[in-house]
């Protein structure tokens, strides 16, 4: 039923962006020339027949982004970036096509109201859309029917995250196993020989297989029988813990490999381009915060006898040791080099408290930004005492070595950092450096104006 009703709402969804894309021309042309001062240059069946032109295109276009597919396991915020850089690019080919054509004279002042006006109407929909489906999901409507073969750790935590999130509409009909050992789990359908018999009596609309590793031997027999009944068939792997959340894969003489760690930075060009990016900033940067880090060396000095600058040895990329320099905001104490500062620290001196309350302190990372060991955005470097320590105790805590350390990251603008969680900082720190782009490298940096800069180190 589920593929029935996926059908009629992908029809649906491409109907009411084609209304919505020839309506807004039309709209735009009304706004422009009947609002809006200015003639008519072009009779109005010249903006019919460009509709007729722009609707076939947004639509295509729409379709090579993937915006027509199923977006149950999609954030919105992705659909809607999407969509905007699809919107966006027609708009150019349409401006470019126009320029080289020389012969027709659209106003250009209605297709930027257009793109202004289809851009956020499509976008209005969307997100009306998907709260309308959060709400259809959570009354138990829309559901997606899921058998779970196996009871593994992943098993279990795939089924715990689909019922934390109830908004994707996942619905677990049952599990296979060996035998029924899962508390507070769904409902025991019977053994791995039951499979077949299972798959024809409920016809799921998709199995998830996350067998243990002792029965990984079943995994042929488990994909002959979905294949047999037709069924959609999803593996989480018993390493899947180890695997990175978008894995990339190679090929040799037909033999698939799966890389475990692969990140866009090992991409030469990406490098270039975040590099330039650094350099940049921490010179444009150095030049805005130069009285702000006069007056901290002043305040500084005259707070406590000692250098202005602290240095002290990090772990950057591939765990090369370097001299991180700050402002000076503790006294000079014996566990500078291994001592955890906390929001509450005895040895901050009270102006020490001030510049780490507004991140002051942090400035004079950007000449090693301009050094090279460091990034204006990465996972925070750590002290070659606390690396030692965690690398044993925090799963995947190394994987941040294969970038340059950062002043800022996303872990520090969601809240963590300081005296907080090293697990969840890592999550972050990963999660960056999988998905990094210059994009999102430029969102973090605007965070950190909003949500990183004032931290919650107490001035006394």
């Not at 408290?353 to 060991?373: M, T, W, Y």
């Not at 969840?424 to 210059?438: G, K, P, T």
Request: glycine letters at 6%; one cysteine or more; charged letters at 20%.
């Amino acid at each position: 039923m589920i593929k029935e009703n996926q059908r009629l709402f992908n029809h649906l969804n491409v109907l009411s962006d084609a209304a919505c894309i020839f309506l807004s021309l039309l709209v735009a042309f009304w706004i422009r020339f009947y609002v809006l001062p200015g003639k008519i240059s072009l009779p109005f069946t010249y903006y019919l027949y460009l509709d007729v032109v722009l609707v076939p295109l947004y639509l295509l276009t729409f379709a090579a982004f993937g915006l027509y597919e199923s977006f149950r396991k999609k954030r919105l915020y992705k659909e809607l970036s999407r969509m905007v850089w699809a919107c966006l690019l027609d708009l150019i080919l349409i401006m470019v096509v126009l320029f080289i054509s020389k012969e027709i004279h659209f106003s250009r002042g209605a297709l930027i109201i257009f793109f202004i006006l289809s851009t956020g109407g499509l976008g209005a929909k969307r997100v009306i859309l998907r709260f309308a489906l959060r709400y259809a999901r959570q009354q138990g409507y829309n559901q997606k029917h899921v058998i779970l073969i196996g009871d593994s750790t992943m098993a279990q935590q795939y089924y715990q995250a689909i019922q934390r999130d109830r908004e994707l509409g996942y619905h677990v009909a049952g599990y296979i196993a060996n035998q029924a050992a899962w508390k507070d789990g769904p409902k025991f359908l019977g053994s791995y020989e039951r499979l077949e018999k299972v798959l024809e009596k409920m016809r799921p609309d998709e199995v998830v297989a996350a067998v243990p590793i002792d029965a990984f031997s079943l995994t042929p027999k488990i994909i002959s029988a979905c294949e047999k009944s037709g069924t959609k068939l999803s593996i989480i792997p018993f390493y899947a813990e180890y695997m990175p959340s978008n894995p990339q894969f190679d090929e040799v003489c037909g033999i698939p490999l799966m890389n475990i760690r692969r990140i866009p930075l090992d991409n030469w060009a990406n490098a270039f381009f975040k590099r330039c990016m650094d350099v940049l900033g921490a010179l444009c940067l150095i030049v805005l915060t130069s009285p702000v880090m006069l007056v901290a060396a002043i305040g500084v000095k005259l707070s406590s006898p000692g250098p202005v600058i602290f240095k002290q040895e990090r772990v950057g990329r591939d765990k090369k040791l370097f001299y991180m320099y700050k402002f000076r905001s503790m006294r000079i104490n014996a566990r500078q080099d291994t001592g955890w500062s906390t929001t509450r620290d005895v040895r901050k001196t009270r102006f020490g408290a001030l510049i780490r309350k507004f991140s002051i302190d942090e400035l004079p990372q950007f000449f090693n930004v301009l050094k090279g060991d460091m990034s204006l955005v990465g996972p925070r470097p750590e002290v070659p005492f606390y690396v030692e320590q965690f690398k044993e105790e925090i799963p995947l805590y190394m994987v941040k070595h294969q970038v340059r350390p950062g002043i800022t990251g996303w872990a520090q603008v969601n809240g963590l950092r300081g005296d907080t969680s090293i697990k969840a900082r890592i999550e972050h720190d990963i999660y960056y450096i999988e998905h990094w782009s210059l994009a999102f490298d430029i969102k973090i940096l605007f965070m950190t104006l909003f949500k990183g800069l004032v931290n919650d180190e107490k001035l006394s």
